[in-house]
């Protein structure tokens, strides 16, 4: 029997299709709606099954409109950082150490800016910034 010291190990990888646990959460609300009408439309006559279908797919259909504009203002053009947990920083001799984040000023600053837990910036001489900063 040969064995290797440097072989890979077998690592079980569940594949879900690349779905968040929010997709799957609106998915099985979906499927459970649908499941929900079929069986109403079961019991109900032609007439009252067709008007019922009727004001299911106009609300239906404000619903998709209301998401496809929520989807659209999500994709709105702005910046948004996030800076958390970083290392230390040293700087020297005029030199400039940055744990957190530095802004340009010439150009429009990010809509959000978030900063938690940075390390420590420490300067000899330079300028230090575990923050925001905006030159």
Known sequence: MLLEANAPKAVKNRDDGGMTGQQRYVVVIFSVVVAALAGVFCFLSWERANQVAGIVSALVSIGSLGAALWAALATLPGTRVY??????????????????????????????????????????????NSGVSAP
Not at 102 to 110: L, V
């Open 83 to 128: 800076v958390s947990r970083t290392g230390s920083a040293t700087a020297r001799d005029g030199g400039s150490a940055n744990t957190g984040v530095i802004t340009p000023s010439t150009s429009s600053a990010a809509d959000t800016i978030r900063v938690d837990r940075t390390g420590d910036a420490e300067s000899e001489g330079g300028e230090a």
